[in-house]
Every structure is written in C-alpha cells, then in structure tokens.
C-alpha cells in the first residue's frame, strides 16, 4: 500500500511537471520564430496530454484498492 501512494504521487509529479512545461511553452511573452521551436513546443503538449491520459489510467487501477 506505501508503494502505491508513492507510485500515484509520483504520477501526479510528473504529470503536472508536464503540464507546467506545455503551458509555459504555449504561453511564453516570444513568439516561436523557427519550426524547430514549435515542433518542440507540440512534442512537449502531446507528451505531456499522454502522460494525463496514463496518470488517469494508473489511478484507475491502483486508487480502487487502496480504498478498499
């Protein structure tokens, strides 16, 4: 049970890291000048979305039995 808490905590982390990462990108004061910059900035969204959608995953297999 300790691993799981610890397992869900670092999805959360990571997770949210990635979250932090595609919106500052998104949202920085520069405009993306060369497509290099806005295909790292996609990369890091589309990362960041699959890393969501497994973290939803991983609560959904782990959160039930630890309520139990």
Same mark, same amino acid.
């Given at each position: 049970? !300790?691993?799981?808490?610890? #397992?869900? #905590? !670092?999805? !959360? =982390? #990571? ?5 932090? =990462?595609?919106?500052?990108? !998104?949202? +920085?004061?520069? @405009? ?7 295909? #790292?900035? *996609?990369? /890091? %969204?589309?990362? +960041? *979305? /699959?890393?969501? *959608?497994?973290? *939803?995953?991983?609560? %959904?297999?782990?959160? @039930? @039995?630890?309520?139990?």
């Amino acid at each position: 049970m !300790f691993w799981r808490m610890i #397992a869900i #905590a !670092f999805v !959360f =982390l #990571a997770g949210g890291t990635l979250m932090a =990462l595609s919106t500052h990108l !998104f949202r +920085s004061q520069y @405009p993306y000048r060369t497509l290099a910059q806005r295909r #790292a900035a *996609l990369i /890091v %969204a589309g990362v +960041s *979305l /699959v890393v969501v *959608l497994l973290m *939803l995953g991983v609560l %959904a297999i782990l959160v @039930p @039995p630890v309520l139990h």
